[in-house]
């Protein structure tokens, strides 16, 4: 059983920096593409990062604030989000396996806040 649970949202200032953490079972962040999503209030669920093997990828609303990265041995993904922005503020959703979207795998969401 795939298990994705994420870690480390809250709520900061506009500026301000957070990390978002998603720890996995059933599953292997070093042989899956993976990724954060995030959903704002009353918008659809877009992808801001991806990890595949060998590229990472960007949204361009978050292009040069947000790192993700993934630690083979402890199993998790991490978005490190710098410089963040009234905009960013959603809830963060984990995702792996984004080649089959029909099979992806899901955490449970961690909400972000910016206050301005």
């Known amino acids: 059983q795939v298990q994705l649970v994420e870690s480390g949202g809250g709520l900061v200032q506009a500026g301000g920096s957070l990390r978002l953490s998603c720890a996995a079972s059933?599953?292997?962040?070093?042989?899956?593409?993976a990724g954060w999503f995030r959903q704002a209030a009353g918008k659809q669920r877009e992808l801001v990062a991806s990890?595949?093997?060998?590229?990472?990828d960007y949204a361009d609303s978050v292009r040069d604030r947000f790192t993700i990265s993934r630690d083979g041995a402890k199993n998790t993904l991490t978005l490190h989000m710098n410089s963040l922005k009234p905009e960013d503020t959603a809830v963060y959703y984990c995702?792996?396996?984004?080649?089959?979207?029909?099979?992806?795998?899901w955490g449970q969401g961690t909400l972000v806040t910016v206050s301005p």
């Open positions: 995702a792996a396996n984004l080649i089959n979207p029909n099979l992806m795998y």
């Open positions: 059933g599953i292997s962040f070093s042989n899956i593409s």
């Open positions: 990890i595949t093997r060998i590229t990472t």
